[in-house]
């Protein structure tokens, strides 16, 4: 698979920063195109346009990363809940080949929401996705010592 435009979504998090750092590592390889992503999520009527606000500063974060190391990229910002079909829909109406996002829980809300954008994309989307998670929100895997040649090179 070639990958010629990565998708970044964004909800400015630090982890989604690391995301888009990811990607314009990645795009720098080959693609050199990226669409940032930000879906605007109101808490209220009279919220919407600080809501939109935000994410457009979001996706211009992601902007200005590539731009830094000279990486094109586009920014689709809109408003929707929840925002996982609004990511999938950016990334296949504009032609993307991969999906790079990163992944956290909100501390604010109930645990069964928590990583369920990130879930909907891994789950839903036809586009090849990468999530990235928050080293310091990640179990550390359980390694175990296996001699060259694998398990059985003693045998």
Known sequence: ????????????????????????????????????????????????????QAAGAHADTV???????GVACETWVTSA???????????????????VMGAHGSQEADTRYLGSVARHVLACSPVPVMVLRDPREATPPEFRDVPPGGADADE
């Open 63 to 69: 902007a200005r990363i590539a731009h830094a190391v």
């Open 81 to 99: 809940w929840p925002p996982g079909p609004e990511i999938v829909r950016a990334a296949q109406e504009q032609g993307c080949d991969l999906i």
């Open 1 to 52: 698979m070639f990958i010629e435009k990565i998708c970044v979504a964004s909800d400015g998090s630090d982890v989604a920063v690391r995301a888009a750092q990811i990607a314009v590592v990645l795009a720098q390889a080959g693609a050199r195109r990226i669409l940032a992503v930000s879906v605007a999520q109101p808490s209220s009527p009279g919220g919407a346009d600080r809501a939109l």
